[in-house]
């Protein structure tokens, strides 16, 4: 059982960044697909960015194409999240989901198995 716990999230403004990371518990975290999610008040939980295992991939959504960049370190058993240019409606709780999908890409819910508790991120106009 993986454990993931995010960090770096906070209030800033709009054009501003932010860095989330998300540590996770287990050496194994090398082997896994990895990815953010956020929820927005009033809003079902959206795909943000994610790697595949298999071969490197990285995806995202259209929304934050460009301004986002997600990374991983894995003698670290972490994954980034670079957050630049930051609007008010990236205003959300932002997850990190590790995963064993093995191919394919990784953009659904159901391609991840464990969770992070979330951290908020809070974009002033």
């Known amino acids: 059982q993986v454990q993931l716990v995010e960090s770096g999230g906070g209030l800033v403004q709009a054009g501003g960044s932010l860095r989330l990371s998300c540590a996770a518990s287990e050496r194994t975290f090398i082997y896994y697909a990895v990815g953010w999610f956020r929820q927005a008040p009033g809003k079902e939980r959206e795909f943000v960015a994610a790697v595949s295992w298999s071969d490197g991939n990285i995806y995202y959504t259209d929304s934050v194409k460009g301004r986002f960049a997600i990374s991983r370190d894995n003698a670290k058993n972490t994954v980034y999240l670079l957050m630049n240019s930051l609007k008010p409606e990236d205003t959300a709780v932002y997850y990190c989901?590790?995963?064993?999908?093995?191919?394919?890409?990784?953009?659904?819910?159901?391609?991840?198995?464990?969770w992070g508790q979330g951290t908020q991120v809070t974009v002033s106009s």
């Open positions: 989901a590790a995963g064993f999908k093995r191919s394919g890409s990784v953009r659904a819910e159901r391609d991840f198995d464990y």
